[in-house]
């Protein structure tokens, strides 16, 4: 059974590839050809309705529908850092899509060199080059920007994949600090499934199954906050929620 269920991943893993070629040359060149040439913040906004259509129709081609749970915790006239767990590839591709309203996400410059989806990964990100220390210098100064112009700013704090037994890895401080400096809520994000969809152990393998999106409260930066008591604090809520809804 279980040498079937390899063959089968890797299987799922070529469709899924096919798959994405074809809705990207589809749904995003267009996007490009219209839309890649306007400045901001529109163009992050269109860019998210572009992505959303582009990944609602994919996910569930590839047997990966996404439930989204939690869209209540965004107040309409407010823009917020939105801060995910991190346990597989397949999360960046949810993330942005499936955040109410235009956003973008922290992410390594490397995957921008590739060719027509790396002019689609920089729309929708702040590239940063984590060997550089200007580059993550000038990725905090854009960030605040992003969050200038009205857009949320989407971080996965525990940096790389959580290949542990643990909920979730420790947090940088990159997030809250940004927090602390512009005063804006953090909504955290809690993405389950991802890890059994695309294992970080198992290169090109899939395994079909439904995704699901939790959008928490909004945790806002007190008055007395440090970077230390409100990074503790995400991580509290995020982990015990975790734990209290995996299946």
């Known amino acids: 059974m279980k040498f079937i269920k390899e063959i089968l991943g890797r299987l799922f893993a070529v469709w899924a590839i096919i798959i994405f070629t074809a809705t990207l040359l589809l749904f995003m060149v267009p996007f490009l050809l219209f ?12 860019f998210n309705v572009a992505s959303r259509i ?40 949810i993330s942005t899509p499936f955040i109410p309203g235009g956003n973008k996400t922290i992410a390594k410059i490397e995957m921008a060199k590739i060719p027509l989806f790396g002019m689609i990964y920089k729309t929708g990100s702040v590239l940063v080059d984590r060997k550089s220390e200007k580059s993550r210098k000038d990725s905090f100064t854009s960030m ?18 959580n290949k542990t037994d643990q909920p979730l890895k420790s947090f940088h401080d990159g997030a ?9 809520a953090i909504v ?57 809804h995996k299946k």
């Open 35 to 46: 839309v890649y040439f306007l400045t901001d913040p529109k163009k992050s906004h269109r």
């Open 54 to 93: 582009w990944m609602s129709i994919f996910l569930p081609l590839i047997g990966c529908p996404i439930r989204v749970r939690g869209k209540e915790n965004f107040d309409p006239t407010h823009n917020y850092i939105v801060v995910c767990n991190h346990n597989s590839l397949m999360d960046v591709p």
């Open 144 to 161: 605040k920007k992003v969050l200038g112009m009205g857009l949320h700013m989407c971080i996965y704090p525990e940096g790389t994949r």
């Open 176 to 184: 809250f600090r940004l927090a602390i400096d512009t005063r804006k």
């Open 188 to 244: 955290p994000a809690v993405i389950f499934n991802t890890r059994k969809v695309l294992p970080a152990s198992k290169p090109f393998y899939l395994m079909p199954r439904l995704l699901d999106m939790h959008f928490l409260a909004p945790i806002p930066v007190e008055a007395n906050d440090t970077v230390e008591t409100l990074k503790n604090r995400t991580h509290e809520v995020m982990s015990a929620y975790y734990e209290a």
